[in-house]
């Protein structure tokens, strides 16, 4: 389970802060990362981050998002700043995970957080 937080209404130029939190049994998470989805357009990946520390941007997001992750607590976040009219969407948070050392590798989704940025 994805457990996201920290959408909200925020001003252009202003700044947020979602977190999201992986839970139950898990043996590794290989890349964990934010998609979003804006009304009449499709998910598109916004950030993401691998367990080693490799990140990849969206260009529309390089130099004002940054992502981090805490592999002890299972958690990812996503620092927005300079937050444009044009990064409305809803938030998911997306982890690639293994249960268990038997299984898998399965994508896991958050149930997404609203971003709105307007004035």
């Known amino acids: 389970q994805l457990q996201a937080s920290g959408g909200g209404l925020v001003q252009p130029g202003g700044s947020l802060r979602l977190s999201c939190a992986a839970s139950?049994?898990?043996?590794?998470?290989?890349?964990m990362g934010w998609y979003r989805q804006a009304p009449g357009k499709q998910r598109e990946l916004v950030a993401a981050?691998?367990?080693?520390?490799?990140?990849n941007y969206a260009d529309s997001v390089k130099g004002r998002f940054t992502i981090s992750r805490d592999n002890a607590k299972n958690t990812v976040h996503l620092q927005m700043n300079s937050l444009k009219p044009e990064d409305t969407a809803v938030y998911y948070c997306?982890?690639?995970?293994?249960?268990?050392?038997?299984?898998?590798?399965?994508?896991?989704w958050g149930q997404g957080t609203l971003v709105t940025v307007s004035s």
């Open positions: 981050i691998t367990s080693g520390g490799n990140r």
């Open positions: 997306n982890a690639v995970l293994r249960r268990a050392w038997y299984d898998g590798e399965h994508d896991y």
């Open positions: 139950g049994s898990i043996f590794s998470i290989n890349v």
